[in-house]
């Protein structure tokens, strides 16, 4: 039994080696069909022993699914010999939106700006690209252009011409650091879009600015009523000397001119000297006519009756017409000289038909004609001869408590 025993170990380790044997002979006959292969996998580097026959099992053995945009080289089908390099480049997708209008597209480009270039977009210096042209590709990867334009600047007056992608004029004046004030305006709506066919901004500067000048001040002229000098004649007093005034004024300027002048204050520096001219009332000597001496007692002179030359005639047609309250007075009374305004003496002229006016209403000189009273000589003035107020002229005490007060119509002829 030992010796069966022994005999079925020898058969069986003669099993065994002869085994090992055709294992080994095939995986060395394998390995020799065997070859070197290089792979670049999306810029990874490998290097691998095959025995595929063509370079999709190649890539397939290493887990690579070739799609349909991705580039492979040699081509898939493409048998495989010693020392092959094969490469393969994964496709991505890539969405790229100019100015709102998009495209998509698929790349094996690792840069946006290779992307660009393959799909013969050209970008100028003052475009705006998101990401920026260096950033690597990623996939579904959105690539946003937003093109420059030139845009006309009129800012004061002064015009120039920059580049610019934005949308707004708002945005526009931000981004060029363009600064207003709350006085300057930009002509038309600041939401409103720039494009390329459109693109002015025009700014009007505003500014308000205070100027200081001081102006010389007229002097008035004050005519005072001179009762010793003769009508129509005139005195200088005074002569008029001009003062200065400061005044202050408000401009507004747009784009640097003159658009509004305001006078906004005003100061007397030092006050002008009125010129002062008296102006002659004293009306011309009345001619009067004397009248019949009559005989006193003991064969004395006569006195004189006076007149004027009108007489006491009727109401005359013509003449400015109005109503006066008048009084009377005499040469005798209270603190009265009998000396009139205008240089009649009436204590030696008794009769003379004269009344007292204000000259602002009546000038002194003037031809008058009195209801009740007659034609008289506008030859006197009164501290109570105000407006439409006369005062007759009586030759007794009693004619004028006769005369008393009342309103009479008077026509003032010359």
């Excluded at 099993?15 to 080994?24: G, N, S, Y």
């Excluded at 001081?214 to 003062?243: C, H, I, P, Q, Y």
């Excluded at 400061?246 to 305001?262: A, C, D, L, P």
Aim: aromatic letters at 4%; hydrophobic letters at 40%.
């Amino acid at each position: 039994m030992f010796q069966k025993n022994t005999k079925g170990m020898r058969i069986a380790i003669l099993f065994v080696a002869m085994a090992l044997f055709v294992t080994t002979t095939s995986l060395v006959l394998i390995d020799g069909k065997k070859k070197n292969v290089s792979l670049d996998l999306n810029g990874k580097q490998v290097e691998v022993r095959t025995a595929a026959a063509t370079v999709g099992e190649v890539l397939a053995a290493n887990d690579v699914e070739v799609q349909k945009h991705d580039i492979v080289e040699p081509a898939a089908d493409t048998p495989i010999t010693a020392d092959t390099d094969i490469k393969w480049q994964q496709a991505k997708k890539v969405t790229i939106d100019i100015d709102g209008k998009t495209q998509e597209l698929w790349t094996t480009d690792r840069t946006v700006n290779d992307v660009l270039k393959t799909a013969e977009i050209e970008v100028t210096t003052h475009d705006e690209v998101e990401p920026a042209l260096a950033a690597k590709v990623t996939d579904n990867q959105p690539i946003t252009i937003a093109k420059a334009f030139p845009v006309t600047v009129k800012d004061g007056g002064k015009e120039r011409t920059v580049w610019s992608t934005q949308t707004t004029v708002r945005q526009f004046l931000t981004d060029q650091n363009i600064r207003l004030s709350n006085l300057d305006k930009v002509e038309g709506d600041t939401k409103a879009k720039l494009t390329a066919s459109n693109a002015v901004v025009n700014i009007a500067r505003v500014e308000k600015v205070t100027d200081v000048v001081e102006e010389s001040a007229n002097f008035k002229v004050k005519r005072k009523t001179d009762m010793t000098m003769l009508k129509g004649k005139e005195k200088v007093v005074t002569e008029g000397k001009k003062g200065k005034v400061q005044k202050k004024f408000q401009i507004t300027k747009k784009n640097g001119k003159i658009v509004s002048r305001e006078l906004v204050g005003k100061t007397m520096v030092e006050e002008p000297t009125h010129k002062v001219v008296h102006v002659g009332a004293k009306a011309p000597k009345v001619e009067v006519a004397a009248a019949p001496a009559k005989a006193k007692s003991g064969g004395t002179s006569a006195s004189s009756q006076v007149a004027v030359s009108r007489g006491s005639g009727s109401e005359p047609s013509g003449g400015k017409e109005f109503y006066a309250n008048a009084s009377a007075y005499t040469a005798y009374c209270t603190g009265c000289s009998g000396i009139t305004a205008t240089g009649i003496n009436l204590r030696a002229n008794p009769n003379m038909k004269l009344i007292a006016v204000d000259p602002r209403v009546i000038p002194l000189g003037s031809k008058v004609w009195v209801e009740g009273y007659g034609y008289a000589i506008a030859g006197d003035t009164g501290g109570a001869i105000k407006g439409n107020r006369i005062d007759l002229h009586m030759p007794t005490k009693e004619a004028a408590y006769n005369f008393g007060r009342r309103q009479v119509k008077i026509k003032v002829i010359n």
